[in-house]
């Protein structure tokens, strides 16, 4: 057996630069904002208002209350139900896992006892994704703590998920464990299998048992045959073997997830580039310039965090330390956005409401205090800006449906047939500075002319767009609007009252120059002055080129959850002769290989063997 790689302190360094990929080499980054003040009071702020010690279980509503839109889980929905409970329960070890806090550690085991009083046979459950997170869960707290309560625990609720793979579409984990191996009934699907494949991997490395390692091997050889498309996910295959297409940063950060582990127990490159795929196609599609969008509420309000989760085990635990300015960007931007109360909500570019006019739900909540404990601080507190391209099929919408036929568009589709009227699309646009800026609109009327509202804090102004030959013949129409420093809901709306009109299909908004802002560099002392040789070799520093940073093709989809790098001449240093590219990427090494070091001093989960 081959032991699993482990990425020690004194090896931070020269891991990083070993592994270091042309995203990671940019000469400069964009200027982020996260502190570690605000990691622990988005944890501390969630436990004040979901935790209930008394009966160590989280409330469903930042109101206490039970509401009839997911009526589910203990009390009739007034705590969390199951599968929610399970993902709350991972957020906490992330905050244990990053910082060794001793109230989250006690809060591991709280959690825990919790859910087994209000469920006392976790196995009286239909849903097996919903088993496996628990027992995922367990693997994972047994690592970090080493109760063996914990083992036991995810080895009993694995053996009874796995039990429920058979060989209907070439084999797999039923969703459900009734109507099993019928397909109009019930389905496999990424969400069961994939979490799967890491137990088993997690359990093979606890005990040494091989059928584990067996178990984890064929779920992944099918779910990769199956499912993985070129680093994009299907969601779930059903009735006479027909796949289903929908997108869920849920389903790429779980087949990540899996892939890692794979990589981790084989040092196979292939799965590497499996798990780094998944997460590259889900940065270039379900993004909204760079930050992951609002997949929906219920379930899909703690879709992210589960990426976000396989991105810091990505950089932890393969060096892929190209994600993590990815996911500081993320938590940055999330945590710009909560509430007076430091609440979160579903959406990581939008303000969350104020408790007092609106229950948020937790596990929405939860993902953004997961992705700030997943996410490295870098200290700063300015804008974060992203890309600047809004892919409207990412937008929050209402009264029109995506499509991805007519050939030319960019991300993975648009917003097709906008005639209704009270329809609109609302992009939350992030600028630097406060000024005038020129927004272009991607757009394709075939049908002729057509006209919308354009409202930006409080101001209409009404935008042409000139007809197209084709609904392929894609142009832009640009209007010009005062933006505020910060966020700014930029809606654009079919207003028959005002006079719109006529058929839309739409791109994308891009917002110039989409770019986050160089910081100010910091004072340099004068050096003490010293003999000068014969001829100028003080040297001045030349244009050393801006990196916009990570992101790339900011795109992807998502409606409401249901159910459903840059140039420049490289300078050089006075005296030294140095480039301040190089210099840049030297600073920017030294900062991951501190943060490793500052993460190490955390717990973390043993070494893994083949």
Do not use: C
């Not at 779980?254 to 890692?260: G, H, I, P, R, T």
């Not at 409401?353 to 948020?360: C, E, F, Q, S, V």
Request: charged share 20%; proline share 6%; glycine share 12%.
């Amino acid at each position: 057996m081959r032991p699993r790689p482990r990425r020690r302190p004194a090896l931070q360094l020269a891991a990083a630069l070993a592994v270091a990929t042309p995203l990671a080499l940019a000469p400069t980054a964009p200027a982020l904002a996260l502190t570690e003040e605000q990691a622990t009071r988005a944890f501390d702020a969630f436990v004040d208002v979901y935790w209930d010690a008394d009966a160590e279980y989280f409330f469903t509503y930042s109101d206490h209350q039970v509401h009839p839109e997911h009526a589910h889980g203990p009390e009739g929905g007034l705590y969390t139900d199951y599968w929610w409970e399970a993902q709350l329960w991972e957020m906490v070890m992330d905050r244990y896992e990053r910082t060794g806090d001793p109230a989250a550690r006690a809060m591991i085991d709280d959690v825990y006892d919790g859910f087994r009083a209000a469920y006392p046979d976790p196995l009286a459950n239909d849903w097996n994704d919903d088993i496996g997170w628990w027992a995922l869960g367990s693997a994972r707290a047994h690592e970090l703590t080493g109760d063996p309560r914990y083992l036991a625990a995810a080895e009993e609720l694995f053996a009874f998920v796995v039990a429920h793979e058979d060989d209907t579409y070439g084999g797999g984990i039923w969703w459900k464990n009734v109507d099993v191996g019928d397909g109009t009934r019930n389905q496999k699907n990424v969400a069961t299998n994939a979490p799967a494949v890491v137990t088993a991997m997690r359990l093979h490395a606890a005990t040494g048992d091989p059928v584990y390692r067996e178990t984890a091997d064929r779920l992944y050889d099918w779910l990769d045959a199956g499912f993985h498309r070129g680093g994009q996910l299907r969601d779930h295959v059903e009735g006479d073997g027909t796949y289903v297409d929908w997108d869920w940063t849920y389903n790429q950060g779980n087949f990540a997830a899996a892939a890692l582990e794979m990589y981790l127990a084989t040092g196979d490159d292939a799965y590497l580039e499996d798990a780094t795929g998944a997460v590259d196609w889900a940065i270039a599609n379900l993004t909204s310039s760079g930050t992951f969008l609002r997949e929906g509420v219920d379930d899909a309000g703690g879709f992210k965090a589960v990426l976000t989760r396989a991105m810091r085990a990505l950089v932890d635990d393969a060096g892929q330390s190209q994600y993590e300015a990815v996911l500081t960007a993320n938590a940055s931007q999330a945590a710009r956005q909560v509430n007076a109360q430091g609440v979160g909500a579903y959406d990581w570019t939008a303000p969350a409401p104020d408790l007092g006019a609106t229950a948020i739900q937790s596990l929405a909540a939860a993902a953004t205090v997961a992705v700030l404990q997943q996410a490295e601080p870098d200290g700063g507190t300015g804008v974060v800006v992203g890309t600047g391209e809004y892919q409207a099929e990412n937008a929050e919408r209402s009264g029109m449906g995506s499509e991805s036929s007519a050939a030319g568009y960019t991300g993975r589709g648009y917003l097709a047939g906008w005639v209704d009227d009270g329809s609109s699309v609302t992009f939350h646009v992030h600028v630097a500075e406060p000024g005038e800026y020129a927004l272009a609109f991607r757009y394709a009327a075939a049908a002729g002319p057509a006209t919308r509202s354009l409202v930006v804090a409080g101001q209409r102004t009404s935008v042409s767009f000139p007809g197209t030959s084709t609904w392929e013949d894609w142009r832009d129409a640009t209007v010009e609007v005062s933006l505020a420093a910060g966020h700014n809901a930029v809606v654009l709306a079919l207003d028959a009252a005002a006079g719109d009109g006529n058929y839309l299909n739409l791109d994308r908004l891009v917002v110039p120059p989409g770019v986050d802002p160089a910081p100010e560099p910091a004072p340099v002392p004068e050096p003490e002055p010293g003999p000068v040789p014969d001829g100028d070799v003080t040297g001045t520093p030349g244009d050393a080129g801006a990196g916009t940073g990570p992101g790339g093709d900011g795109t992807g989809a998502g409606g409401d959850g249901g159910t459903g790098r840059a140039g420049g001449e490289p300078g050089t240093l006075a005296r030294t002769g140095a480039s301040v590219a190089w210099t840049a990427l030297l600073a920017a090494t030294l900062t991951a290989a501190g943060a490793a070091l500052r993460r190490s001093v955390a717990p973390s989960r043993p070494t893994r063997a083949a």
